[in-house]
């Protein structure tokens, strides 16, 4: 089974990139956006490790770091835009693993997150994910008259936005887009969507020509830059 990872944060953008990442990282995430929902959850879903990262203003989310730990051990890192040095002694005192002041990285969250794994005797990469690491790739080739991609011959619909960004990345293999760059080839719709969406049209894409989306072999993933397309 895939490691297990509880996110808790009440800003909605922040908490679906950060799942988002994490899913691409092989992981499987829950994401809530209230703390009140934090221990049924956790008792629900058992997770492995937990990432809070919720406004830390000190008494409230210390509390709740205190609450968690009555009912679970696992490793739990805490996210926030607090640099006071006395509430991340507090949230640590408290029961939390680590602490990551915004801004933040996501490739350091992932270091941080594996830290915390190895801490406790768990290993990123389950059994099954290392095989499917060795699957062979699905062909994919781009149908520009039909308007459709063709997975292993078999014809897959996509949307206009998806069909522009496998086309522009397909034609430019190994070429690193950024998500700007990638929005400035296909525009066509409102820009400031697309800005908002694109990583979900990514996603999308994964999920409609990759074996294992969340271990993809054509559309990967450059941190800290943008997407590639590899054969």
Known sequence: MPIKILIIEDQKSLA????????????????????????????????????????????????????????????MLIISNNTVLNIRIKALDDGADDFLCKPFSLIELNARIKALLRRCGRNM??????????????????????????????????????????????????KVFTRSELMDRIKGGDGAYLDRTIDVHISSLRKKIERDPKNPQHIRTVWGRGYKYEM
């Open 125 to 174: 990469l389950t059994e099954s994910q290392t095989v499917t690491q060795k699957i062979k790739k699905v062909r994919v080739w781009v149908n520009d008259y039909r308007h459709c991609l063709l997975v292993d011959d078999q014809e897959i619909e996509v949307t206009q936005i998806e069909f522009s960004i496998i086309k522009e990345m397909s034609c430019n293999p190994g």
């Open 16 to 75: 679906d990139m950060i799942a988002l990442h994490l899913q691409e990282e092989g992981y499987h995430t829950e994401l809530i956006y209230d703390s009140k929902l934090a221990i049924p959850t956790l008792m629900r879903f058992k997770p492995d490790i937990i990432v809070t990262a919720l406004m830390f203003s000190g008494k409230v989310e210390c509390a709740l770091i205190s609450q968690i730990r009555q009912f679970t051990t696992v490793p």
